[in-house]
């Protein structure tokens, strides 16, 4: 990221879109691989769509980072529980990548209730001259077979084939709402309301219960988990993040089950600021370690926080993501749109984080600088290497000729989902049923 966020070029390449958008074209995540060259989208009709960055040629240099489609396939099916008469979505819930091993590549996807481990492989050749079967699979008779033939590989068009490898599913009651692979590499986690468990990759019959805040009686319930996930680089450390705004960091060698935190992240609140909404804003969203281990960041409804390992009383870093909307709070508790679940990111130096807001708005905030930007992912400013401009909001008075008012802001546009390539400022962001790739103009 440029020295000044202000006036920072970014320009676009704008890669999928439906003039009929359904329910199910909705994209519901997005993550980049851990090299960046490949980006996976999620959506509610459980499609996974994966992208593949360009190659640089000599004679187009400027087409290095485009990001073309490499293969979709169909993650999960809508499926019906009949013990509980229970409909479950076929809805990309999360994507993660795991490291690349070998040529193939591993992703994980998750609906309400199942985790899929996927898997990548290109095939560029195909076996000929089989001796009990025709080239196109039919069984020869075999009393027309009079000699042996030794099959030979034979070149054909790149395919890219997607196979399911494990499914790790009947261990949810409640709704997935994060999966997070852990730094050994042979264990992931998956967490709903109440509980997490622990999978091994190779056993899927069987996981462990690490969080279990399930109460005895469910009328004493007062808060549920909302999002869980590892630290980078210790194996035995994860937090997860709760309805109330609370965060806990858990160390797995204190006990098999996590019930007792080893450190508890909470800010007080204000009492002046106190309201009806004051609650349902506090709800943590989203929680990310950085890349570095060192910091959290969190995202509610109006702000995102960072968050010092070593300091458990409060935030080191709050940042207003659309402190514009307390007045309009009421009206978008009756629109549900109070209940939205915005997700936050890092660039790859912990330097810069990015959220999402609602008319398409996306924010980013430079730590360093503590400079902020607010810009636009639509369809009428993204054309192709288009520069974005910052946009502003303004809430009462006179509105400038580059302003836009907040009575104006649509609502039904909203960016829940985004991700930002592991080592270079390109960033993708889902609108809805469209996917934008923008990335720092280089020239």
């Not at 946009?391 to 829940?416: A, H, N, T, Y």
């Amino acid at each position: 990221m440029e020295e000044d966020v202000e006036t920072r070029k970014i320009s676009s390449s704008f890669l999928r879109d439906h003039s009929y958008a359904t329910e199910a074209d909705i994209i519901s995540t997005v993550e980049f691989n851990h090299t960046g060259e490949l980006l996976a989208t999620g959506d509610k009709g459980g499609r996974v769509v994966i992208f593949q960055r360009e190659q640089e040629s000599k004679n187009q240099p400027h087409r290095r980072g485009e990001y073309n489609v490499y293969s979709t396939f169909q993650s999960h099916e809508p499926e019906f529980d009949y013990l509980k008469s229970l409909e479950i979505e076929e809805k990309i819930n999360k994507i993660r990548w795991l490291p690349q091993q070998n040529a193939a590549y591993f992703l994980l996807s998750t609906n309400d209730k199942t985790v899929k481990l996927w898997k990548i492989s290109e095939r560029d050749k195909r076996p000929e001259g089989y001796n009990l079967k025709d080239e196109d699979g039919r069984l020869r008779d075999p009393s027309m077979i009079t000699m042996l033939r030794v099959p030979v590989l034979r070149p054909m068009d790149l395919m890219v084939e997607a196979t399911p490898r494990r499914v790790f599913a009947n261990a949810h009651t409640y709704h997935i709402n994060s999966i997070s692979v852990n730094s050994d590499y042979e264990t992931y986690m998956s967490a709903d309301d109440l509980r997490i468990n622990l999978w091994n990759f190779e056993i899927t019959n069987q996981s462990f219960n690490i969080v279990d805040i399930k109460p005895a009686n469910m009328e004493e319930l007062t808060e549920v988990i909302t999002a869980a996930e590892f630290h980078p680089h210790h194996c035995n450390t994860f937090v997860y993040s709760s309805s109330k705004g609370t965060i806990r960091l858990c160390d797995m060698r204190t006990s098999a089950l996590c019930d007792r935190h080893a450190k508890f992240f909470e800010e007080p609140e204000d009492p002046s600021n106190r309201s009806f909404f004051s609650e349902i804003i506090s709800s943590i969203s989203d929680v990310k370690f950085s890349h570095s281990g060192r910091y959290i960041m969190t995202r509610d409804y109006l702000t995102v926080k960072v968050w010092d390992l070593n300091m458990e009383n409060r935030p080191i870093e709050t940042y207003q993501v659309h402190d514009y909307l307390r007045s309009k709070l009421c009206s978008l508790y009756e629109n549900d749109c109070i209940f939205d679940k915005f997700e936050c990111v890092w660039n790859g130096s912990d330097s810069v984080i990015m959220t999402g807001s609602y008319n398409n708005f996306f924010r980013m905030f430079d730590r360093n600088t503590k400079r902020d930007v607010t810009l636009e992912a639509s369809r009428e400013n993204s054309k192709p290497r288009a520069i974005l401009k910052p946009r502003k909001v303004c809430i009462g008075g006179k509105r400038r000729k580059d302003e836009i008012s907040v009575d104006s802001l649509d609502f039904s546009k909203k960016i829940l989902h985004t991700a930002w390539h592991p080592t270079e400022n390109i960033i993708a962001v889902a609108a809805t049923n469209n996917l934008y790739i923008f990335q720092d103009k280089v020239n």
